[in-house]
């Protein structure tokens, strides 16, 4: 599409951080709207938020580990829109602590609503995208796709997943030339996600870091790809670094996340477990940022493009000696 105005947009997982940013974005390039996630008061508040800037927008309360609440968003988006030119996967939850030390049910819960959340959303809007002969798909995936996730072994396992699914998806769709399938792969973001997040650590969950991605950034990226559709697009330079990294020195990277977790939580203060929202939407925590993104100081620019530089070295110095 060249423009959005008028084009026809579901966004799942819309009440808050990247979602809610993305809902503002696209209601002011005049997109109707379709807006679903759980909470729903704040649901509803997000959805005249972008009334008030000219958008139609609609709230549909979801819950997306649900198959035919799912499939139930897609008809309804369709009879208040018409047809549905984007559908956007992203939704998701997050469960922090050891891997053992974690419940069995909180890692199912994660796997169920990051990856089998976006793999309902694909089977309910696929159909009616091949049957109008166009639509975009665009999911928010993470660094975590491609890189180790220490203190967050079923949020890995999920994007991993993700990143299968989205590719075997593209591989299908070859004899569907007006259907795209995109990934969006932000690194760390400064939404109020770790807010809502489970913690089974036994320590507090304090962020604080120079290294967030601002949620707008990822907003405004996922815009972009429903006007020019993508395979993958990563946010922010610290997201292609671990990619090279990882890449690169898989096992130093191993090494580097593993021992940087446990220090960070060796230093944290005790703090209770809690289940977060993975079973239910939980009040805190409405707005775009969570507040976990401290000033980058200003020699960071540089220090940053040459480490890219370097990793870029690497990774093709890397791939020349196994050529």
């Known amino acids: 599409m060249d423009r959005l105005e008028g084009a ?10 990247i979602g809610r940013a993305a809902a503002r974005s696209f209601a002011r390039h005049g997109a ?92 309910a809007v696929l159909p009616l995208f091949r049957r109008q002969g166009h639509g975009i798909l665009i999911t928010t995936v993470s660094v975590g796709a491609y890189t180790p996730a220490p203190y ?25 030339p007006g259907i795209h399938v995109c990934g969006v792969y932000p690194s760390f973001t400064d939404t109020p996600g770790m807010k809502h997040a489970a913690n089974y650590t036994g320590h507090a969950l304090e962020p604080q870091s120079p290294f967030y991605d601002d949620p707008e950034d990822v907003a405004e990226t996922i815009v972009a790809l429903a006007l020019r559709p993508r395979p993958r697009v990563t946010v922010g330079v610290l997201a292609k670094l671990a990619l090279l990294g990882h890449a690169v020195a898989p096992r130093l990277v191993e090494w580097i996340g593993g021992t940087g977790a446990h220090r960070h939580f060796a230093r944290t203060p005790p703090e209770a477990p809690t289940d977060g929202n993975l079973f239910r939407p939980v009040e805190r925590g409405r707005g775009v940022r969570g507040g976990f993104r401290t000033p980058l100081p200003a020699w960071t620019g540089p220090v940053a493009m040459a480490g890219l530089t370097v990793a870029a070295a690497a990774a093709y110095s890397a791939l020349t000696r196994r050529s």
């Open 152 to 176: 967050a072994a079923a949020y890995a396992a999920g994007k991993f997943g993700l990143e299968g699914l989205l590719e075997s998806l593209r591989a299908e769709l070859v004899d569907a």
């Open 32 to 123: 109707r709207l379709v807006l679903a996630a759980r909470r729903v008061g704040l649901l509803e508040e997000v959805a005249q938020e972008c009334r008030d800037l000219g958008a139609e927008a609609h709230a549909v309360p979801t819950d997306v580990t649900d198959a035919d609440a799912v499939r139930r968003l897609a008809e309804r988006a369709e009879t208040a829109l018409g047809r549905i030119d984007v559908w956007v996967n992203n939704a998701g939850v997050g469960a922090v602590g050891r891997f053992e030390d974690t419940p069995l049910a909180a890692h199912r819960r994660v796997i169920e609503t990051n990856l089998l959340g976006p793999l309902h959303g694909a089977h």
């Open 8 to 17: 026809g947009v579901v966004l799942v997982g819309a009440s808050s951080g």
